[in-house]
């Protein structure tokens, strides 16, 4: 059952890793600009958006009650691109 085990999920590695592996343009692999942001600044938006029942957010508000419905889709691509354990 082991060894059968390890050929599943290195073929899965390997899909996968061709899946979502880097992207190649004209022979080389491009660099990506996703800089995190600085702890300072995502503490601002949480404590300025914290409270939604301000006047200054009542439109904001439907807005981000309409994008609810996209929350589980996210949530299931977030856990898609995890990199599962036997990955590494």
């Given at each position: ?76 691509k977030l ?10």
């Open positions: 059952l082991t060894p059968r085990l390890n050929s599943r999920a290195k073929k899965w590695g390997q899909l996968n890793a061709k899946r979502f592996g880097r992207k190649k343009a004209f022979g080389y692999a491009q660099a990506t600009n996703d800089d995190e942001l600085p702890p300072e600044h995502v503490r601002k938006i949480i404590k300025d958006h914290g409270d939604m029942t301000s006047r200054k957010f009542r439109h904001d508000k439907r807005v981000y009650l309409g994008a609810l419905k996209y929350m589980p889709h996210a949530v299931f856990l898609e691109n995890i990199p599962m354990p036997w990955e590494q």
